[in-house]
Protein backbone atom coordinates (compact mmCIF):
# COMPACT_ATOMS: atom_id res chain seq x y z
CA UNK A 1 0.00 0.00 0.00
CA UNK A 2 0.89 3.51 -0.59
CA UNK A 3 -0.12 6.53 1.02
CA UNK A 4 -0.01 10.38 0.55
CA UNK A 5 -0.34 12.56 3.37
CA UNK A 6 -0.31 16.32 2.55
CA UNK A 7 0.30 19.49 4.56
CA UNK A 8 0.80 23.71 4.98
CA UNK A 9 -2.56 24.15 4.03
CA UNK A 10 -4.08 26.72 6.13
CA UNK A 11 -5.88 30.51 5.89
CA UNK A 12 -3.91 33.35 4.34
CA UNK A 13 -4.93 36.96 2.96
CA UNK A 14 -5.33 37.83 -0.49
CA UNK A 15 -1.82 38.19 -2.03
CA UNK A 16 0.18 35.59 0.57
CA UNK A 17 2.12 32.44 -0.15
CA UNK A 18 1.91 29.09 1.18
CA UNK A 19 3.82 25.73 0.34
CA UNK A 20 2.11 22.82 -0.36
CA UNK A 21 3.96 19.46 0.75
CA UNK A 22 2.96 15.45 -0.35
CA UNK A 23 5.21 12.70 0.71
CA UNK A 24 4.25 9.18 -0.42
CA UNK A 25 5.09 6.44 1.67
CA UNK A 26 4.78 2.48 1.31
CA UNK A 27 6.05 -0.13 -0.98
CA UNK A 28 7.51 2.31 -3.67
CA UNK A 29 9.42 1.02 -6.46
CA UNK A 30 9.19 4.06 -8.31
CA UNK A 31 6.89 7.47 -8.92
CA UNK A 32 6.11 8.55 -12.12
CA UNK A 33 3.74 12.05 -12.28
CA UNK A 34 3.17 13.58 -9.39
CA UNK A 35 0.75 16.43 -9.23
CA UNK A 36 -1.83 18.81 -7.53
CA UNK A 37 -5.89 19.38 -8.08
CA UNK A 38 -8.09 21.27 -5.81
CA UNK A 39 -11.82 21.24 -5.46
CA UNK A 40 -13.66 24.39 -4.50
CA UNK A 41 -17.16 23.95 -3.14
CA UNK A 42 -19.96 23.16 -6.18
CA UNK A 43 -17.30 22.44 -8.64
CA UNK A 44 -15.36 19.84 -9.92
CA UNK A 45 -11.81 18.91 -9.10
CA UNK A 46 -9.19 20.02 -11.67
CA UNK A 47 -5.92 19.94 -12.36
CA UNK A 48 -3.67 23.00 -11.23
CA UNK A 49 -0.53 21.57 -12.00
CA UNK A 50 2.02 18.70 -12.54
CA UNK A 51 5.21 17.47 -12.83
CA UNK A 52 6.47 14.47 -14.47
CA UNK A 53 9.42 12.16 -13.51
CA UNK A 54 11.63 13.70 -15.66
CA UNK A 55 10.30 17.35 -13.98
CA UNK A 56 8.73 18.53 -16.93
CA UNK A 57 5.31 20.66 -15.52
CA UNK A 58 1.95 21.92 -16.94
CA UNK A 59 0.27 24.25 -15.14
CA UNK A 60 -3.52 25.30 -15.27
CA UNK A 61 -3.92 29.01 -16.72
CA UNK A 62 -5.54 30.51 -14.19
CA UNK A 63 -2.08 29.84 -12.05
CA UNK A 64 0.49 30.39 -14.59
CA UNK A 65 2.85 32.73 -12.93
CA UNK A 66 1.86 32.15 -9.45
CA UNK A 67 2.19 28.67 -8.38
CA UNK A 68 5.17 26.35 -9.47
CA UNK A 69 5.38 22.78 -8.53
CA UNK A 70 8.44 20.79 -7.83
CA UNK A 71 9.70 17.42 -6.80
CA UNK A 72 12.28 15.88 -4.58
CA UNK A 73 12.45 12.01 -5.98
CA UNK A 74 14.74 11.37 -3.01
CA UNK A 75 12.26 11.89 -0.66
CA UNK A 76 9.48 10.44 -2.83
CA UNK A 77 7.67 14.11 -2.13
CA UNK A 78 6.20 16.79 -4.38
CA UNK A 79 5.67 20.35 -3.40
CA UNK A 80 3.48 23.47 -4.17
CA UNK A 81 4.52 27.23 -3.88
CA UNK A 82 1.67 28.79 -4.14
CA UNK A 83 2.12 33.09 -4.67
CA UNK A 84 0.06 35.73 -4.87
CA UNK A 85 -2.83 34.04 -3.65
CA UNK A 86 -6.64 35.60 -4.84
CA UNK A 87 -9.70 34.34 -2.84
CA UNK A 88 -10.56 32.49 -6.18
CA UNK A 89 -7.59 30.33 -4.70
CA UNK A 90 -9.57 28.72 -2.03
CA UNK A 91 -10.46 24.99 -1.92
CA UNK A 92 -9.00 21.99 -1.13
CA UNK A 93 -6.10 20.29 -3.05
CA UNK A 94 -5.30 17.00 -3.56
CA UNK A 95 -2.05 15.47 -4.20
CA UNK A 96 -1.84 12.75 -6.54
CA UNK A 97 0.99 10.40 -7.86
CA UNK A 98 1.13 7.78 -10.03
CA UNK A 99 2.87 5.06 -8.23
CA UNK A 100 5.00 1.98 -9.28
CA UNK A 101 4.34 -0.32 -6.81
CA UNK A 102 5.91 -3.61 -8.54
CA UNK A 103 7.65 -4.55 -11.73
CA UNK A 104 3.98 -5.16 -13.45
CA UNK A 105 2.36 -2.60 -11.44
CA UNK A 106 1.15 1.02 -11.61
CA UNK A 107 -1.43 2.83 -9.46
CA UNK A 108 -2.92 6.07 -9.10
CA UNK A 109 -2.84 7.21 -5.15
CA UNK A 110 -4.36 10.17 -3.88
CA UNK A 111 -3.68 11.96 -0.51
CA UNK A 112 -6.65 13.08 1.75
CA UNK A 113 -6.40 17.00 0.60
CA UNK A 114 -5.72 20.30 2.64
CA UNK A 115 -7.73 23.15 3.07
CA UNK A 116 -6.79 26.54 1.26
CA UNK A 117 -8.74 29.44 2.79
CA UNK A 118 -7.87 32.66 0.91
CA UNK A 119 -9.52 35.18 2.52
CA UNK A 120 -9.84 39.19 0.84
Known amino acids: QVQLVESGGGLVQAGGSLRLSCAAS????????MGWYRQAPGKQRELVAA???????NYADSVKGRFTISRDNAKNTVYLQMNSLKPEDTAVYYC??????????????WGQGTQVTVSS
Open 96 to 109: NAEVRTSFVSIKNY
Open 26 to 33: GIIFSINA
Open 51 to 57: ITGGSST
